[in-house]
């Protein structure tokens, strides 16, 4: 009976310094994982990585930083061989990173699309590629992709789009990597209380998504609170391995497919 445990797993974290990324981190570390890798992208989250470094070390797991941007091949599998070096091949690899632009398409500029592109679609298809080729056998692999996928909505077209993408990378990819039993699956948060959102809406816009999910008045802030993804993951990359190649929307009723 193969064990699906997170106890004694490895796994590594994309965007895990702060927020979702960083809870991830921390989550893992206290249901036993023994080492945690975690990635964020510039100087200016340093702090943060360091802060959830000191955490997750606190539970007794191993706990490694790398920085990186992940929208090239090179760094990704440069982020591998590290993560390899320093902790071992993941068994578990969580991609969070993601940017969001709100903005109508006429307004669009090419370099705006590009860079959406590229943090959304570039960068999950080589993580996807480079966790292929390096997760333990009975691996899982996860990225974060958007319930905007369930909407039907104006101004998000290279947000959503770009994320699109992942869903149809997450479905071949469990096909290719299941015959090693990997599982692969997409989850898609609701508006989620971070500063990723905030900085794109107006305080009308926040009062509207505060109030357009089914269970709206049960959560804490009215959003999708950060502390109610995390279980689903737990779950995805444990016990939940028979779940693969699905983009699941977990947003309280905000949107469906």
């Known amino acids: 009976m193969i064990n699906h445990d997170i106890k004694g797993k490895t ?17 893992l570390a206290s249901h036993g994982a023994a080492a945690i890798a975690i990635h964020y992208n510039s100087d200016s989250t340093r702090e943060d990585a360091e802060k959830t470094l000191e955490v997750v070390r606190a539970t007794g797991a191993k706990a490694v930083a790398f920085q990186a941007d992940l929208t090239t091949g090179a760094a990704n599998a440069k ?11 993941p068994d578990i690899a969580i991609n969070t990173v993601g940017k969001v632009l709100k903005k ?18 570039r960068a999950a298809f080589l993580f996807i590629q480079e966790a292929g080729r390096h997760l333990r056998d009975n691996g899982k692999l996860l990225t974060l992709v958007t319930s905007l996928l369930g909407a039907y909505t104006p101004f998000y077209s290279t947000y ?10 997450t479905r071949a990819a469990s096909k290719e990597f299941g015959e090693r039993g990997i599982s692969v699956n997409a989850i898609g948060p609701g508006p989620m209380d971070t500063p990723f959102f905030y900085g794109q809406e107006a305080p009308e816009a926040v009062a509207y998504h505060k109030s357009a999910a089914a269970l709206s008045a049960f ?11 995390v279980p689903i993951i737990r779950c ?12 699941i929307l977990v947003n309280g009723g905000y949107t469906t497919k």
């Open 11 to 27: 796994a590594l974290i994309t965007g895990g310094a702060k927020n979702l990324g960083g809870l991830i981190a921390r989550d």
């Open 79 to 89: 982020l591998f061989a590290d993560v390899i070096a320093a902790v071992g091949r």
């Open 104 to 121: 109508p398409i006429v307004e669009t500029s090419e370099d705006e699309l590009d860079d959406m592109l590229a943090v959304n679609s």
């Open 160 to 169: 959503a789009g770009s994320k699109a993408a992942v869903e149809h990378f």
């Open 219 to 229: 959560s804490r802030t009215g959003l999708t609170d950060i502390e109610d993804i």
């Open 236 to 247: 995805l990359v444990s016990d939940g391995w028979w779940m693969t190649g699905q983009t």
